[in-house]
């Protein structure tokens, strides 16, 4: 068994990589919207809370009742009860990658769960 796995997300609408990457601790998502596209519904989570990075293009959020653009290198918390919903600019596509994690589940960041290995 390896201890990695690996795989290209290409450039499809959405790639959910829990099952591609055998994911165990996280659910991490690469989503590509057209111009003018969205997605077409509201929705929170139970215990998850969501991590946004825009990477390229421009969009709109709308989370709870506040609306704001979206330009590459903006990266958004989100809790778990918010109501969120993305969309594409009209003129141009926006691309991002969502990481899902349990809220308040981590214990140890990296330096704390780094171990040197020589």
Same mark, same amino acid.
Request: charged share 25%.
């Given at each position: 068994? *390896?201890?990695?796995?690996?795989?290209?997300?290409?450039?499809? %609408? %959405?790639?959910?990589?829990?099952?591609?990457?055998?994911?165990?601790?996280?659910?991490? *998502?690469?989503?590509?919207?057209?111009?003018?596209?969205?997605?077409?519904?509201?929705?929170?989570?139970?215990?998850?809370?969501?991590?946004?990075?825009?990477?390229?293009?421009?969009?709109?959020?709308?989370?709870?009742?506040?609306?704001?653009?979206?330009?590459?290198?903006?990266?958004?918390?989100?809790?778990?009860?918010?109501?969120?919903?993305?969309?594409?600019?009209?003129?141009?596509?926006?691309?991002?990658?969502?990481?899902?994690?349990?809220?308040? *589940?981590?214990?140890?960041?990296?330096?704390?769960?780094?171990?040197?290995?020589?």
């Amino acid at each position: 068994m *390896s201890n990695y796995s690996k795989t290209n997300i290409g450039d499809g %609408r %959405r790639t959910e990589l829990h099952d591609i990457l055998g994911l165990t601790g996280a659910e991490i *998502s690469v989503n590509n919207l057209q111009a003018g596209e969205g997605v077409p519904f509201f929705h929170s989570h139970k215990q998850n809370e969501e991590i946004y990075i825009v990477f390229k293009g421009k969009g709109v959020a709308i989370i709870d009742d506040e609306t704001f653009d979206l330009v590459p290198g903006d990266v958004i918390r989100v809790a778990p009860e918010a109501k969120r919903k993305f969309s594409a600019s009209q003129d141009v596509g926006v691309s991002y990658i969502c990481i899902q994690v349990k809220e308040n *589940s981590i214990e140890q960041f990296t330096d704390a769960d780094g171990v040197l290995v020589e």
